[in-house]
């Protein structure tokens, strides 16, 4: 169904009440595998740096100022359609190079490389992989183009364009929507399929020719009603779809009671200069527990208000999704969207990317050193993601390097699952005798496995009005009781011995190095400790499954 605005009246677009959707066919897209940044931004020449990614998403957690941003715009950029010229684009480059004089200055370049392919599509002063005209040898990358339209790249900045930006005034998202959340949806037009965001762009120069013929005019009635078209269409798709997400997002006080659009028409005037467009408007009419709200950004909180620009934006990817072609990538960026959004609100983001957006390639970063733990503890099981960890390069005493020196990120790879990637760096640090170290990491794999099963399988836990006070003895002695009980009794057998063999270690490991007295303890049971924390993880989650059996 098709609901086209009039050409002056304002359009009330309502979702279809008719028969539901049919489901898209999944389709396998192209991965990215890895991306290289050199001389871009935080990022100084002349060695590169490379992230591999494996076709998995990302999770990036990265302190204030070491990079983390460059990391969100060299994806945003790379994948990008608002430069429309290569000359725009080389100019574009130019300006994100890193500011600092040093030996790899002049040879900024992004470079990606998509799995299944063996050379990576680049990006450098020789011109951009949407160009037509720019490397002698590669054609423009068909990939790389559609990815830049179909891709979802935000940023707290972007959210405030929905909300805060408006003033006390009506929300106007008309340009949100042009350029951000449906710049890729296909508007017919003269018989064959074009997107928004193009219509738009080809709409712009025209009121400003010297001489305007009728056919001129009739021109741009017919590129208006094309655009005024798609745009009604899309908007009639888009509410519904943001109105689920919203209740995913667990803010099903909220409701998208309508979007009206104005409907875009030219404003003739025989001067030039008072040309103009007009209707260039799409107003969100919201309700907040059944009560109207004209001004939603000067009521509704901080959290509402980030849940409703992200239920907007992802229901917008929802909806141009649906004519993906196979050989477009789905990229999902995120930089910090969830600042706005306390603890208990974040969850259900990751859990909505799971539900509506399983097949698409997310790169999450935060400097939230909190809620990067919680996300990693949730997703610690998933074989499809993956952990970099970002650091200011430092100098060996610890300070800050040089204003004048080649400053670089310091990228740390690491698991997705905590509890191994403690054990692994306890490992390391057992390996070059620091002992004291070790047996830290050893005991934090050991706090996080009992969590683990703690969550998994809703064991109660002795409460503490403070967490921080919350112990290993305290966990341990609460799964030992949910073992002794018809719920957890049949998975005992299985764990009873490495329980020991780990309390063992506690009594000679994992309490000792918390004090400056010295302990003298032998290499062997350092190891042991570790292998004894390795054992525990292992048979948590190989006896006792996340989900409770199915009864017959």
């Not at 494996?54 to 990008?80: M, P, Q, R, T």
């Not at 309700?287 to 980030?306: C, I, M, V």
Request: hydrophobic fraction near 40%; charged fraction near 25%.
């Amino acid at each position: 169904m098709t609901v086209v605005a009039p050409p002056v009246a304002t359009a009330i677009i309502a979702p279809v009440t008719t028969a539901p959707a049919v489901a898209a066919t999944a389709i396998t897209t192209p991965k990215i595998k890895n991306f290289t940044l050199c001389d871009f931004r935080a990022f100084a020449g002349p060695e590169p740096v490379t992230f591999n990614i494996d076709g998995k998403n990302l999770l990036i957690y990265g302190e204030n100022g070491a990079g983390k941003s460059s990391v969100f715009h060299a994806l945003d950029e790379f994948f990008s359609a608002s430069k429309p010229t290569a000359q725009a684009r080389k100019k574009r480059l130019a300006e994100l190079e890193n500011i600092f004089p040093n030996p790899g200055k002049g040879k900024v370049s992004i470079e990606v490389t998509f799995e299944g392919d063996a050379a990576p599509v680049r990006w450098d002063d020789q011109g951009h992989p949407a160009d037509t005209k720019g490397y002698p040898a590669q054609p423009a990358d068909a990939r790389v183009v559609n990815g830049a339209y179909r891709k979802a790249a935000l940023d707290y900045r972007a959210l405030l364009d929905t909300n805060y930006r408006h003033g006390n005034g009506a929300v106007n998202l008309f340009d949100v929507f042009v350029n951000v959340l449906l710049r890729d949806y296909p508007a017919a037009h003269n018989g064959k399929q074009e997107r928004l965001f193009d219509l738009w762009r080809r709409m712009q120069p025209l009121p400003q020719m010297n001489r305007m013929t009728d056919a001129d005019k009739t021109n741009i009635q017919a590129l208006a009603k094309s655009f005024n078209d798609g745009m009604a269409e899309a908007i009639e798709a888009l509410w519904p779809k943001a109105n689920a997400i919203l209740k995913d997002l667990k803010w099903e006080d909220v409701e998208l009671s309508s979007l009206e659009f104005a409907s875009v028409r030219f404003n003739w005037d025989r001067l030039r200069k008072n040309r103009r467009y007009l209707g260039c408007e799409i107003t969100p009419k919201l309700k907040f527990r059944e009560k109207d709200l004209p001004t939603p950004q000067t009521f509704l909180n901080e959290a509402r208000l980030s849940a409703l620009a992200l239920a907007i934006y992802f229901g917008g990817r929802q909806i141009c999704a649906e004519t993906l072609q196979a050989d477009t990538p789905r990229l999902i960026i995120l930089d910090d969207v969830l600042i706005g959004l306390d603890q208990s609100n974040r969850m259900p983001v990751l859990r909505m990317l799971d539900q509506h957006f399983a097949d698409w390639q997310v790169v999450l970063l935060t400097h939230d050193r909190v809620w990067y733990e919680m996300a990693r503890f949730h997703l610690a099981d998933r074989a499809d993601w993956g952990a970099v960890e970002m650091f200011e390069e430092k100098q060996p005493d610890g300070t800050p390097m040089p204003i004048t020196g080649v400053v670089r990120p310091f990228v740390k790879p690491t698991s997705i699952d905590a509890i191994a990637a403690n054990i692994a760096t306890a490992r390391k640090f057992h390996g070059v005798n620091e002992y004291p170290a070790a047996a830290v990491h050893a005991r934090v794999a050991f706090e996080l496995s009992l969590k683990k099963l703690c969550e998994r399988k809703s064991i109660p836990v002795r409460f503490k009005a403070d967490p921080r006070e919350l112990n290993t003895e305290d966990l341990l002695s609460a799964i030992e009781t949910w073992l002794n009980s018809s719920k957890g009794s049949q998975f005992k057998q299985h764990v009873e011995q490495d329980i020991k063999n780990v309390k063992q270690a506690r009594k000679v490991v994992l309490n000792q190095f918390s004090h400056s007295t010295p302990v003298n303890l032998a290499d062997v049971e350092v190891k042991s400790a570790i292998d004894a924390v390795e054992a525990l993880q292992k048979a948590f989650k190989d006896h006792i499954p996340t989900k409770e059996a199915a009864v017959p």
